[in-house]
């Protein structure tokens, strides 16, 4: 096992009825809060209406920024932190999925400072500062809500990449299953793809941890087990709870203790399908992990071979490449670029694109013929 630091502040608030407690709550983190949403669901849904009654019901002045997407972009969060620091907020509320609560995240991290996000995200400038960030999660996918990390994508440069600073967890994350029952069998499968994919993730790591190997088990088992009946059976209650504790845990730091880093090689590569084709991000991952299984049996097959053995009493390789890329099959889940509408000469783009952002994971060091050889198996 390797020596580790185990931190996580995030405040978290599990169950129906959670966000009733926002109005206690918020008085004691600030004053005057920007409210971050995406392009409409929770309006559509009534989770806004109750979300935004508890805030007035605090009596904190509530500031809405509207209109965050999917793969969030850099000037959307850009606009949300010049309009932070003309109304001198003093929080930030994500109200959403991922991608809400991540601008949340740049947003807060960006504003005390006057800091371009960009340059934080690029370690240009160190950021000293952060407002509080409180999410209230709409859809069971990143784990962002019990984590530091934030992903943006820059519209400009082309670029999609991830950021970690411990003054982004968020104080207060609020998580209520009824919430996420509105969200659609597409999206529901691809959050199950993401939080299967962050255990993966870490699986490959570097660094004996035994324990945490038997967490990522756990959590990859009790997605694959309850997929089928959630997606049978979408505005179950007990279901939705189930799923959304596995995405949380799959991210908040339970699956890497013990081990040096995760790998993040899928993410990369996935990042870069996002990037070019607005791809939703689990189905990025999908696409791109029996492809970097192959790539792995060639390097590690043992690993390959004990994740096998524990999730489906079957040792052998491709067996278990086999059975996980059946499962993604089996929800719904794209597993070449082709079902993902990506063919003929995108297919070149993408390779430049890797090639051009060097789309790299912490310990397999990629070059043109691993890039090759992974997209012929895409
Ligand atoms: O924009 P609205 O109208 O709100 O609709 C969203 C969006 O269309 C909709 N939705 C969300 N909650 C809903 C709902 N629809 C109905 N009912 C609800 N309750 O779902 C769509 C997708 O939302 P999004 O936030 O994009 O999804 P997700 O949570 O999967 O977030 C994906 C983003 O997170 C990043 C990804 O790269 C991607 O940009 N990630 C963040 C990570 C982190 N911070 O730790 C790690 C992950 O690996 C990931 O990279
Ligand atoms: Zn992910």
Same mark, same amino acid.
């Given at each position: 096992?390797?020596?580790?630091?185990?931190?996580?502040?995030?405040?978290?608030?599990?169950?129906?009825?959670?966000?009733?407690?926002?109005?206690?709550?918020?008085?004691?983190?600030?004053?005057?809060?920007?409210?971050?949403?995406?392009?409409?669901?929770?309006?559509?849904?009534?989770?806004?209406?109750?979300?935004?009654?508890?805030?007035?019901?605090?009596?904190?002045?509530?500031?809405?920024?509207?209109?965050?997407?999917?793969?969030?972009?850099?000037?959307?969060?850009?606009?949300?932190?010049?309009?932070?620091?003309?109304?001198?907020?003093?929080?930030?509320?994500?109200?959403?999925?991922?991608?809400?609560?991540?601008?949340?995240?740049?947003?807060?991290?960006?504003?005390?400072?006057?800091?371009?996000?960009?340059?934080?995200?690029?370690?240009?400038?160190?950021?000293?500062?952060?407002?509080?960030?409180?999410?209230?999660?709409?859809?069971?996918?990143?784990?962002?809500?019990?984590?530091?990390?934030?992903?943006?994508?820059?519209?400009?440069?082309?670029?999609?990449?991830?950021?970690?600073?411990?003054?982004?967890?968020?104080?207060?994350?609020?998580?209520?299953?009824?919430?996420?029952?509105?969200?659609?069998?597409?999206?529901?499968?691809?959050?199950?793809?993401?939080?299967?994919?962050?255990?993966?993730?870490?699986?490959?790591?570097?660094?004996?941890?035994?324990?945490?190997?038997?967490?990522?088990?756990?959590?990859? @088992?009790?997605? !694959?087990?309850? $997929?089928?009946?959630? &997606?049978?059976? /979408?505005?179950? *209650?007990?279901? #939705? @709870?189930?799923? !959304?504790?596995? $995405?949380?845990?799959? &991210?908040?730091? /339970?699956?890497? *203790?013990?081990? #040096?880093?995760?790998?993040?090689?899928?993410?990369?590569?996935?990042?870069?399908?996002?990037?070019?084709?607005?791809?939703?991000?689990?189905?990025?991952?999908?696409?791109?992990?029996?492809?970097?299984?192959?790539?792995?049996?060639?390097?590690?097959?043992?690993?390959?071979?004990?994740?096998?053995?524990?999730?489906?009493?079957?040792?052998?390789?491709?067996?278990?490449?086999?059975?996980?890329?059946?499962?993604?099959?089996?929800?719904?889940?794209?597993?070449?670029?082709?079902?993902?509408?990506?063919?003929?000469?995108?297919?070149?783009?993408?390779?430049?694109?890797?090639?051009?952002?060097?789309?790299?994971?912490?310990?397999?060091?990629?070059?043109?013929?691993?890039?090759?050889?992974?997209?012929?198996?895409?």
């Amino acid at each position: 096992m390797e020596n580790f630091e185990a931190w996580n502040p995030v405040h978290l608030h599990f169950g129906r009825g959670v966000t009733s407690k926002l109005p206690d709550i918020l008085p004691q983190i600030g004053r005057k809060a920007l409210l971050l949403i995406g392009k409409g669901s929770v309006k559509q849904n009534g989770i806004y209406n109750i979300v935004a009654g508890a805030i007035n019901a605090s009596g904190i002045e509530m500031i809405e920024f509207e209109g965050i997407k999917p793969n969030p972009l850099l000037s959307d969060v850009r606009k949300a932190v010049a309009l932070g620091i003309a109304r001198k907020v003093d929080m930030v509320i994500g109200l959403g999925g991922g991608s809400v609560i991540d601008s949340a995240k740049a947003i807060a991290v960006s504003i005390p400072g006057h800091l371009d996000p960009w340059d934080i995200f690029k370690r240009v400038v160190k950021p000293e500062r952060a407002l509080p960030v409180v999410s209230v999660l709409t859809l069971a996918a990143t784990g962002t809500e019990m984590n530091q990390f934030s992903v943006i994508q820059n519209e400009e440069t082309l670029e999609k990449i991830g950021f970690g600073h411990p003054l982004m967890y968020p104080v207060h994350s609020f998580l209520d299953p009824s919430f996420t029952i509105t969200v659609n069998r597409d999206y529901t499968v691809y959050g199950i793809t993401d939080l299967i994919a962050h255990s993966l993730e870490s699986y490959f790591g570097e660094g004996e941890a035994d324990l945490s190997d038997r967490f990522v088990f756990s959590i990859v @088992a009790e997605a !694959m087990e309850f $997929a089928p009946h959630l &997606l049978a059976d /979408l505005a179950s *209650y007990e279901l #939705r @709870a189930r799923m !959304m504790w596995a $995405a949380t845990t799959a &991210l908040n730091g /339970l699956t890497g *203790y013990g081990r #040096r880093r995760g790998d993040w090689t899928v993410h990369a590569l996935g990042h870069s399908i996002s990037m070019l084709f607005d791809t939703p991000h689990g189905a990025t991952l999908s696409i791109v992990y029996p492809a970097w299984l192959k790539y792995l049996s060639s390097h590690i097959p043992n690993r390959i071979s004990k994740l096998g053995t524990a999730l489906f009493n079957d040792g052998s390789v491709d067996g278990t490449i086999e059975k996980i890329t059946g499962f993604f099959q089996s929800i719904g889940s794209p597993v070449t670029l082709a079902e993902a509408g990506i063919i003929g000469n995108d297919r070149q783009k993408l390779l430049e694109h890797w090639v051009r952002v060097q789309a790299q994971g912490n310990i397999y060091r990629l070059g043109s013929v691993d890039y090759n050889f992974l997209l012929t198996h895409m």
